[in-house]
């Protein structure tokens, strides 16, 4: 199926424990972002990245870790869950305006 | 520092009555506005945009109006109808970062319309 799609739905873990959040596209599109969504705040970016092999941080980068290998996948790794980092997670990607997102990660660290 | 603002966080409106969200921006060089719609656990789903040349645009009973000098965009909805009930997200691009995709959302407000 075309489109772009995230892994798990929902994911309960515990603090300290490395997570791995997972997103797919299937359009091969350049641009690739992470977001997550809190009540107060809307969306705020984590990383994005430009290409395969190229990112950057957003506005909340700290406690997470993403690579871009191939064109397709962003993974968003938590190295360290703590529980400021329950959220629910959005991936997006765009060839240049007009996101299409995923989704959704709702992620509860305990 | 919230560069795009959605100072209410809530709406209620009547069905086939016109429903308008706004959003404030603080950053200058934004020069592309958007909306986006979300439910329920979904994603948000992309509605409607306004480049900073227009001042308004149209997409059926959706309409985005831009105010520049007041950094100011609202979106209207008419008739509002009840499958409408969901967040709207308010986002903001400036093309000359060197990263045109690059989005900064606002907070959201739930619209929820009645019958």
């Known amino acids: 199926d075309a489109g772009i799609t995230q892994s798990p739905r929902y994911k309960i873990t515990e603090t300290g424990r490395q997570v791995t959040l997972m997103c797919h596209q299937t359009?091969?599109?350049?641009?690739m972002f992470w977001y997550r969504q809190d009540l107060g705040h809307g969306l705020r970016l984590i990383y994005y990245?430009?290409?395969?092999?190229?990112?950057d941080k957003g506005e909340v980068p700290d406690g997470y870790v993403v690579s871009r290998s191939k064109t397709e996948n962003f993974p968003l790794t938590l190295e360290s869950a703590t529980r400021s980092q329950t959220s629910v997670y959005f991936c997006?990607?765009?060839?240049?305006?007009?996101?299409?997102f995923g989704s959704g990660t709702r992620l509860t660290v305990v | 520092d919230q560069q795009v603002k959605q100072n209410s966080p809530s709406l209620s409106v009547q069905e086939g009555r016109i429903s308008i969200l706004n959003c404030d921006y603080t950053n200058s060089m934004f020069d592309y506005f958007l909306w986006y719609k979300k439910y329920p656990a979904e994603g948000p789903t992309f509605l409607i945009s306004i480049s900073s040349i227009k001042d308004k645009n149209e997409d059926g009973r959706f309409t985005v109006f831009l105010n520049k000098s007041a950094k100011h965009l609202s979106l209207h909805i008419v008739p509002s109808q009840p499958g409408d009930s969901a967040v709207y997200f308010c986002a903001a691009s400036a093309s000359t970062t060197g990263t045109a995709s690059k989005l900064t959302f606002g907070t959201g407000t739930r619209l929820q319309v009645t019958l």
């Open positions: 359009w091969s599109h350049s641009y």
């Open positions: 997006a990607s765009t060839d240049y305006y007009g996101y299409t």
């Open positions: 990245s430009a290409a395969a092999d190229i990112t």
